[in-house]
């Protein structure tokens, strides 16, 4: 299975899908050590018994030496289902407690780094407290994008791929209660409009990531311009999501070609599309994914500024001294972890 990691094979795939993503970064002396450090991790894997995985905005050496890539709930739903001792975890930290917190004593969990998350470091927990004392039957929703401890005091997680079909389950299970949504504002506004739930019962955190907010109605706008014939493929934590949302409603010609849609989403639908050309709204990674895994298709990232840089801590360096060391383990306490996964086994249930 790891045969393919080559000097010839690397550099080709990294030269083609991801040149222009990431100027200068692929020389052939860079792509050699790459090579040789992606070895060495392999072996460890095998020795030490581990479940590498990456998110869909890891670099793409991360993505290639991991079994798995994937989104939020696809890479939980993969850990899931592993018996290995050991997991390494290429994504951010909100990931690798959520991974931890499903797998608890059976395995232990490794990252590279323990990269943050801007939506996670949005959460005060006494704003939160303060929030939650005005509304005190409130059902809290949490993204994924939270820490365990926020997780913990939650009804539900939910990520990008089943936030409409969360709030939609838990305002049929809990009658006339108010239901509380964070953090990230418009991926609550996007829930909203597709659960059919009524906004007046619904408060929403004001939240937001950084790469994301920047994404604005202009920024697709501008895009498609310059590729008037590609679909917009537009990841629900965008700043534009809502305002582009009610434009489809509409159906303007070019709005009528935009599709809401967390990352492993947008691989699916790429396959299944009519369409040759798309215009990828959200962290430049998940291009790499795109043309790699739909090479017949073109692929263009809506700006060179949507760059996670704490997705991007994470490289094949620190992934093999983890491996090594045994370095950067990820643990969540007894009591949170209980509560926690209780939130995400909820979601699971809904799905
Ligand atoms: P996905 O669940 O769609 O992978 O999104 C995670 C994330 O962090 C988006 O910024
Ligand atoms: Fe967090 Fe935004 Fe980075 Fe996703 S892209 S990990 S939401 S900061």
Known sequence: ??????????????????????????????????????????????????????????????????????????????????????????????????????VGDRSRVYMPDRPGC????????????????????????????????????????????????????????????RILFLP????????????????DRVDLYDGACHVHMKIGETALEEALDRHPDAELLIHPEC???????AKTVVAGPAHGKAYYLSTEQMLWHARNSPSREFVVATEMGMVYRLRKDVPEKTFHPISMLAVCEYMKMNTLEKLLDSLERDRVEILVDGEIQRRAHAAIRRMLEIE
Request: hydrophobic share 35%.
């Open 239 to 245: 700043g534009c999501a809502s305002s582009c949302l």
């Open 1 to 102: 299975m790891w045969n393919g990691i080559t000097f010839d094979s690397w550099y080709e795939r990294f030269s083609r899908f991801a040149g222009d993503l990431y100027p200068g970064r692929y020389t052939a002396e860079y792509v050699r050590e790459l090579v040789e450090m992606a070895r060495r991790v392999r072996a460890l894997a095998g020795e030490k018994s581990s479940t590498i995985v990456a998110h869909n905005y890891q670099y793409p050496e991360l993505q290639e030496v991991a079994e798995t890539v994937g989104d939020s709930l696809g890479l939980s739903q993969y850990v899931a289902r592993q018996a290995t001792p050991r997991v390494d975890f290429c994504g951010v930290l909100f990931m690798g407690e959520t991974a931890k917190t499903i």
């Open 184 to 199: 990230d504002k418009y991926l609550g506004a996007f829930a909203i409009s597709q659960s059919g739930v009524d906004p």
């Open 118 to 177: 801007s939506l996670v470091a949005s959460i005060d927990q006494s704003r939160l407290d303060n929030w939650t004392s005005h509304h005190p039957d409130g059902v809290i929703i949490s993204y994924v994008n939270t820490d365990a401890a926020t997780k913990a005091r939650s009804h539900y997680v939910c990520t990008s791929r089943n936030a409409p079909q969360v709030m939609a389950h838990a305002a049929r299970e809990f009658p006339g209660r």
